[in-house]
């Protein structure tokens, strides 16, 4: 198995997307945030590509997007300026922060004329009336899609887009506690790219490759000294190099807690005979955006309870810088942890980072840990 | 037995050595663009032998080759502090380009914080507004002292400060108003990122700034605590650097 290959993918995302709609004939439509059901496109032969940055300069974001709304908004209106998502036969956003609906809205005058759904998930995902009314706008959406596609969808189509994908699920979690080992056999590096991939690949084809690794990482032991285990903790973070260069001061990130990582796959479908309500009940019961996490803040437990169960010694806090969502989880995230004697660096990220000042900070908090560690 | 620590930071490059557990040479130089040259110039200068063990810290650590270990400044700056005042809880250490505070015990770091993004939190500040004043950076503190009205300055960034303080010398403001001015704002930034962490006494002042004697009052007033300032306060990195070389032996 070469682990380079979700590297590749990840990198040529756009060149893949073209690809895969050369040799399929079908369309491509991008998603904005983790709550869109990616089940519905599946079922009607869409592929759902995760709309993301590229960490260059997005100066020409600034007619669209309010200067001081987060990077990753700015960075990925960027995108469609130049282009690069110009194969997008449509936009999907599920409702989500006020930076990433600027986004949204603002694609539409990039690329007018498109499928662009608002679907009106609800923000608070703790109401005991969450699941009816998700239920209602996943039947709204699927609707919508089926009269763009221009043919009804069965809910045979449904039911097996939900096991493929949860299929994807399971495995990413099957690979994910492998790096529970004191000597984790892929570094958090390669588990980004893994999950990253995910987002930007068919799911039959990625869960083929899934399951490739999960049997090579078996038997799999790498050279390297793992270090401090750490984990990062954050809101949007598809920063492989961040990680990739925070593993060679001596480190190992061993989980993680954002969008792009475990937000994006923990949890499974419940069985229920309406396939729109299984997705409801996926959807409202997965790890919250702190933007849904209302009213008792709920992600702090699951961030400890991670941090426990993978032995975590120390957490990177991650922000997109005006981040509002996170900004509010941050404070009670990082007294959590040191409650319970697990330091934490705070880091706020931009669309690119000065890595030479964070390396100063990320080596300092490592001997940190290491001399605790030696008393 | 001679060990050195050598504190490579973005102005000037300090170096320690030590026998015994006492200092027998320290030396400083400004930081060219040949830094490799400045380090060994200041090497020559401080060591009277043979050096065993060299420790490089700083932002520009990497630069000496010759060094066994290359530990961050926090780590050194906790270590330096205990050497020379062991009481210290809390260091603030303030650089011409960075400022951080980190909470110490027993010469070990056990949090920090840093201001690495702001000019405003930083010794250069002080130079920019001595030549906008036309006032030589070592006489800033004393004329500031010299003050006895508050001028509120608002800019959260230097090169805006500058922009406020060219106002100020407009409306014929009194320099020293200015310089306490400039001394305050800089305070207020270091005091806030102090406040990311609890401020712990007794409080340590080092770094080059710590020199500026109208900013140690004002840092004091703004965290309603004494700072006391070690003599050496420049050195302190480099000394933890030499201890942590010591160890190598």
């Known amino acids: 198995m070469d682990f380079e290959t979700f590297r590749r993918h990840g990198r040529g995302r756009h060149d893949y997307a073209r690809d895969w709609k050369k040799r399929t004939g079908g369309k491509v439509v991008g998603t904005f945030c983790t709550y869109v059901p990616e089940e519905i496109l599946a079922a009607g032969g869409v592929l759902p590509v995760r709309i993301l940055g590229s960490h260059e300069p997005a100066d020409d974001a600034e007619p669209y997007v309010f200067g001081m709304f987060c990077p990753f908004s700015r960075d990925c209106i960027s995108q469609a300026i130049r282009g690069r998502y110009d194969y997008l036969d449509g936009t999907v956003l599920a409702q989500t922060c006020l930076h990433i609906r600027n986004t949204f809205w603002s694609w539409q005058k990039v690329n007018p004329g498109r499928f662009h759904y608002y679907m009106c998930f609800p923000i608070k995902v703790q109401s005991p009336r969450a699941v009816d009314y998700a239920t209602g706008e996943m039947r709204a959406f699927r609707a919508a899609f089926e009269k763009w596609l221009g043919r009804p969808l069965a809910d045979a189509q449904i039911r097996d887009a939900i096991r493929v994908c949860d299929e994807n699920r399971a495995l990413l979690e099957e690979i994910y506690g492998l790096r529970k080992d004191p000597h984790p056999p892929l570094t958090g590096r390669e588990a980004m790219e893994m999950v990253l991939a995910g987002q930007l690949m068919d799911k039959r084809e990625h869960n083929q490759l899934l399951r490739q690794a999960l049997a090579a990482l078996r038997t799999r032991r790498l050279e390297r000294d793992p270090g401090v285990r750490l984990m990062i903790v954050g809101s949007e973070d598809d920063d492989t190099e961040f990680i990739g260069t925070t593993e060679e001061l001596g480190c190992t990130i061993v989980v993680d807690e954002h969008c792009t990582g475990t937000r994006y796959f923990l949890n499974r479908t419940p069985d229920d005979p309406d396939p729109m309500r299984a997705l409801a009940r996926r959807y409202v019961g997965k790890p919250p955006c702190p933007s849904r996490d209302w009213d008792a803040r709920t992600r702090t437990d699951r961030t400890l309870q991670l941090a426990r169960d993978y032995n975590v010694q120390g957490a990177l806090l991650v922000q997109q810088k005006f981040c509002d969502p996170h900004e509010l989880d941050i404070p009670a995230i990082k007294s959590t942890l040191e409650r319970n004697g697990i330091p934490t660096l705070f880091l706020e990220f931009d669309v690119t980072i000065p890595f030479g000042q964070f390396r100063t900070r990320i080596e300092a908090f490592l001997e940190m840990i290491r001399a605790e560690a030696l008393f | ?249």
């Not at chain 2, 270590?79 to 027993?106: K, S, T």
């Not at chain 2, 270091?190 to 109208?214: E, F, H």
């Not at chain 2, 300032?229 to 990195?237: G, L």
């Open chain 2, 1 to 249: 037995m001679l060990s050195c620590g050598i504190d490579v930071g973005a102005r000037t490059v300090k170096v320690v050595v030590l026998e015994n557990g006492r200092i027998r040479g320290r030396a400083i130089r400004v930081a060219g663009l040949q830094v490799e040259d400045d380090v060994a110039a200041a090497l020559k200068e401080a060591a009277a032998g043979e050096v065993r063990t060299i420790v490089a810290t700083g932002s520009g650590r990497e630069a000496v080759k010759e060094a066994r270990q290359r530990p961050t400044g926090i780590t050194c700056a906790a270590r330096g502090i205990h050497f020379l005042l062991p009481e210290a809880r809390m260091v603030i250490d303030v650089g011409a380009e960075e400022g951080r505070a980190i909470q110490c015990e027993g010469g070990r770091a056990l949090n920090f914080a840093v201001n690495e993004k702001c000019a405003a939190g930083a010794g250069t500040f002080i130079e920019t507004m001595s030549r906008t004043l036309e006032i030589a950076v070592d006489g800033f503190g004393p004329l500031a002292l010299q003050s006895t009205k508050l001028v509120p300055m608002n800019a959260q960034c230097a090169v805006f400060a500058e922009s406020e303080v060219v106002s100020l010398i407009h409306e014929k403001t009194p320099k020293q108003d200015i310089a306490r001015a400039v001394c305050d704002a800089m305070a207020g930034r270091i005091g806030s990122m102090c406040r990311r962490l609890a401020i712990t006494p007794p409080v340590a002042l080092v770094g080059g700034v710590a020199k500026n004697t109208a900013f140690v009052r004002a840092l004091e007033n703004d965290l309603k605590t004494d700072l006391t300032i070690p003599p050496d306060a420049e050195y302190v990195s480099a000394i933890g650097a030499a201890l942590i070389a010591a160890e190598e032996h």
